[in-house]
């Protein structure tokens, strides 16, 4: 994960500590991570880290730890990669 990834994803985990890494296997649900929020996160995610999101990405698996959604934003950005 990148600092950039963690910075946009942060602030939309309730319960992550200030002071606590985001690891991971961090769960997003359990650090405070709602339906309502994810759907901000995604454009907060597309605007911070240079990448489309498509609807296929939008699942609950992708959004089930910090690092399976990074495997996402980074799918999507090889994608951005590729499309150039």
Do not use: K
């Not at 500590?17 to 997003?28: G, H, K, P, S, V």
């Not at 609950?60 to 730890?65: G, I, P, Q, R, V």
């Amino acid at each position: 994960m990148d600092q950039a990834f963690a910075d946009t994803l942060r602030p939309h985990l309730r319960y992550l500590a200030a002071d606590q890494e985001l690891r991971a296997e961090d769960r997003l649900r359990d650090l405070g991570l709602n339906s309502m929020q994810a759907i901000d996160l995604v454009f907060d995610l597309e605007d911070n880290c240079g990448v489309t999101l498509s609807d296929d990405q939008l699942t609950d698996a992708n959004f089930e730890t910090a690092g399976t959604l990074w495997q996402a934003v980074e799918s999507a950005r090889s994608t951005t990669v590729d499309a150039s």
